[in-house]
């Protein structure tokens, strides 16, 4: 699986978009970008993914490049509740009986 | 949809003691489930992959006689932390995903916080 680039920490205001980016100028054009968050103390939870379109749903947005090799997660109105880690992990879809390897992730503290 | 549930979400046990944590596939039938390690501030690191019927396969690192898996069922995988010392404290968490859909997501536990005194 292509290896993702986040920034390791990032402030958001409550109530503004949060945009957190990540590269990935590996990737091929079989990976997916997927995108997880894991509040403190929790499990990482799901949040979206994408192949090369830009995909929303009812949690965040996904952006990814034509050249696909960087993408953008964007919750649009960010709350108290969505400060977490979240993690940006590239991988082909129907590897599923192979785990998610999960890089340092980028510390997003939504600030009131 | 698919949930993962673990057992229990914190447990405190004394040195040398053994400790069981479960993962629990509720919606569908998981062969294969995966357990990892979070020390704190840390990333989570992958420490085994359970299969259903057969050995887990361990990372590089991780002592099989210590951390044993067992995963005699379809929907439960059991991680045992055997002769627990301290420096085992850390955050247990196990994922798995639904093999019979395509592209889907993996569902994650919420974890169980292991504290050795």
């Known amino acids: 699986d292509a290896k993702t680039t986040q920034p390791p920490s990032m402030d958001c205001a409550e109530g503004r978009a949060a945009n957190l980016p990540c590269n990935h100028s590996?990737?091929?054009?079989?990976?997916?970008v997927y995108w997880y968050r894991q509040i403190h103390s929790q499990g990482p939870q799901y949040i979206i993914h994408?192949?090369?379109n830009n995909e929303t749903n009812e949690m965040a947005s996904l952006i990814i490049t034509e050249d696909r090799k960087s993408s953008t997660l964007i919750l649009p109105h960010a709350t108290l509740r969505d400060t977490a880690v979240y993690y940006c992990i590239v991988r082909v879809a129907y590897k599923r009986n192979t785990p998610l390897v999960f890089g340092k992730g980028t510390r997003l503290s939504v600030i009131a | 949809g698919a949930v993962v549930s673990q057992h229990p979400s914190w447990v405190i046990c004394k040195s040398g003691t053994s400790v069981k944590i479960e993962c629990r596939s509720l919606d569908f039938q998981a062969t294969t489930m995966f357990w990892y390690r979070q020390f704190p501030k840390q990333s989570l690191m992958l420490m085994a992959t359970?299969?259903?019927?057969?050995?887990?396969?361990?990372e590089q690192g991780v002592e099989k006689d210590k951390f044993l898996i067992n995963h005699a069922s379809l929907t439960l995988s059991t991680l045992t932390v055997t002769s627990a010392h301290p420096e085992d404290s850390s955050f247990y968490i196990c994922?798995?995903?639904?093999?019979?859909?395509?592209?889907?997501?993996?569902?994650f536990g919420q974890g169980t916080r292991l504290t050795v005194v």
């Open positions: 590996t990737i091929s054009g079989n990976e997916y």
């Open positions: 359970s299969n259903e019927g057969s050995k887990a396969t361990y």
């Open positions: 994408g192949l090369k």
């Open positions: 994922s798995a995903r639904d093999p019979n859909i395509m592209n889907t997501e993996a569902f």
